[in-house]
């Protein structure tokens, strides 16, 4: 299944990506939020569905485990649907 390492692969391959949708992930958590907030940032439309390793709405620091809150300055739509672990 796909994994954080898979989900930075994508978006590295894709920085201008406008559109993304994760579903049933079940091995991607925030640390793709964060890496998806660095390296797209032209993001409009996210779709978040049956991620139960997403914890939270906010990213991962690269350097310890500080969150910081998702900064997607083009975001206009999130989705956000069935992530149990979500708080």
């Given at each position: 299944?796909?994994?954080?390492?898979h989900v930075e692969a994508l978006?590295?391959?894709?920085?201008?990506l406008h559109r993304l949708t994760l579903l049933a992930c079940p091995r991607v958590s925030e640390q793709s939020l964060g890496?998806?907030?660095r390296l797209c940032p032209s993001l409009q439309q996210l779709h978040l569905?049956?991620?139960?390793?997403?914890?939270?709405?906010?990213?991962?620091k690269e350097r310890g485990n500080a969150s910081q809150p998702l900064a997607l300055p083009s975001?206009?739509?999130?989705?956000v649907v069935h992530c149990s672990s979500l708080q």
């Open positions: 299944g796909l994994t954080d390492t978006l590295r391959q894709s920085p201008h890496r998806l907030a569905e049956a991620l139960p390793s997403l914890r939270r709405l906010e990213t991962i975001l206009t739509h999130l989705h």
